[in-house]
Every structure is written in C-alpha cells, then in structure tokens.
C-alpha cells in the first residue's frame, strides 16, 4: 500500500514561482508528502508596467473537474486554500470541504496579493469568513486579513493579535495563528497562535530583506504538510514558521521588482 502522504492546494498559480499554488507544491515536495493541486486563477505581473498584477479566475466548472481529479486517488492527509477569486469558486471550496473527507484543512484567507494595496473582491473576504472559516482546522491570516476577518480593522500589537485570535476562532476556526511577520512596527517577526484555549507566541527576529514574495503561500503549506506527516497542529505551526524563515532569509531577487522566498532552504542551506 502507498503511505506516502498526499497534500492538496486549491490556489492560484503564480508564474514567478514564489507564491501561490507553485509555493504549495514546492514546499509539500520538501516534507515528502505528494503534492496535488487544483487551480482557481491565474496571476501574471507585466515588468512593462511596473509588476502590475493581472488575475484572471478559472471558469467554475474546471475547477470542480480538477478537484475531482485529485481526490480520485484516495486519501489526503491534509489541504490548503489560497487565492480564491471570487465567491462561486469560494462555494465549489466549501462544497467539497463539507463532504468531510479531508480531516486536515488549511485556510489561508488570501485578501491581496504583495504590493497591491486593493483587496482582492470585497465580497470575497465575507465568503471567505462566512463560508470557509468555519470549516478551517487552522486559519492562516495575515495581520492585514486578520484585521478584516475580525471586524477589528488595523491590528497595531500583540494585544490586538489576541482578541482578533478569539474573534476569529468564535467564527468557527478550530484554530488561529495570525502571521505578523514584519508587520508590526516594533520589534521581532511574530506569529500568533490560538487553539481556542491558549495562545502562543512564535518569535524570531526580523530578517532585513524584501526578498519575501511567496512567505505566506509557504507558510501556510508547511503547516498543512506538518499536518499530513502526522504533526499536530501546534507543532506544525512551530516548524512551518522554521520553515519559512529559512526560506526568507535565503530569498533572492527575481528581478528589479520581485524576490521569492527559495523554497528549498530549510533542507539546503543550513
Ligand atoms: O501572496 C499572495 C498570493 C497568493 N496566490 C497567488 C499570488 C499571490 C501574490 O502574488 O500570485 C497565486
């Protein structure tokens, strides 16, 4: 019998390589789990005009084929979201979420992409609360889409990470952790995690580089690969965030406007 774990992102593609479903599948091959995907948009960025992002959403009913697809093959361990462009493919995630056949789910609620200062779709971002929240055995926002997930608006420190913490658990996310990354003003690159008991604080100091493009993809994959290898949830949180600081700090630029995380740093370059 096969045991090799298998992992699923539904996400969008990022033809730069960092971020989005092509960061899922990276990292998944790092943990040795066997990586499947089903795609929901596809992002360009023109370096005729300054990097400007284009996402052009995948018609629904591919999306359905592709996650028919991949789950046509047995038991996975463990999936994540990503960028789900609008609320009918936010629907299509939600149906397939609540057939209750993959124990381990990964949201990473995905408002806006790096640089881009609009969010995504506003009515996205209540889909994603509504619709997929509460089905999430770890929720993965950022500081930003914390805010907005919570109703709280700017998160400015450690206090406000916690009661957005709560908030977002009381939608009905198993659990929370809440990427601040460099975000705050002060201080080191933290994270917060809620189990709906306790909180924990994952702390590293910042690293002084912007070649981070793909962090949060990344960060997020890990630990739905830590989940698919038998971790718990905490402990996968722990070594999701070793994961991606070695994957920052080894970051590179791509070009004049972008710098992905490299994926592989956690196991090369020690
Ligand atoms: O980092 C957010 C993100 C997620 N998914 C895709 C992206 C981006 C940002 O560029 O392209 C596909």
């Known amino acids: 019998m096969n045991t090799i774990p298998k992992t699923l992102t539904i996400a969008g593609s990022d033809s730069s390589g960092g971020a989005g479903l092509q960061a899922d599948l990276k990292t998944f091959e790092e943990y040795g789990t066997y990586g499947l995907t089903a795609i929901t948009s596809i992002v360009t960025m023109d370096p ?5 992002h284009g996402v052009t959403a995948i018609d629904p009913l591919l999306l359905k084929q592709q996650i028919k697809t991949a789950t046509a093959g047995g ?18 995630v939600k149906e397939t979420l609540e057939k209750g056949d993959i124990k381990n789910i990964v949201i990473d609620p995905v408002m806006v992409c790096k640089g881009e200062a609009e969010v ?3 009515e996205n971002a209540d889909a994603l609360r509504d619709m997929l929240i509460p089905l999430a055995t770890v929720a993965t926002p950022n500081l930003f889409e914390a805010g907005v997930l919570s109703g709280m608006g700017k998160l400015k420190g450690l206090e406000d990470m916690k009661e957005a913490a709560v908030k977002i658990c009381a939608l009905g996310a198993k659990s929370v952790v809440i990427k601040g990354g460099k975000s705050l003003e002060n201080g080191d690159a933290i994270d917060l995690f809620y189990d709906g008991k306790e909180f924990e604080v994952f702390s590293l100091p910042k690293l002084p580089t912007n070649n981070n493009h793909g962090a949060g993809c990344t960060f997020a994959a890990a630990v739905a690969a830590g989940l698919a290898t038998g971790l718990s949830v905490r402990d996968a949180v722990c070594k999701a965030k070793d994961f991606a600081y070695a994957a920052i700090k080894h970051g590179f630029a791509f070009n004049q406007y972008v710098g992905p995380v490299y994926h592989a740093a956690y196991r090369l370059c020690k």
């Open 48 to 52: 005729d005009n300054g990097w400007s």
């Open 75 to 92: 038991e996975i361990a463990a999936m994540k979201t990503g960028m789900l462009p609008n609320v009918e493919i936010i629907k299509i």
């Open 120 to 122: 995504l779709n506003p």
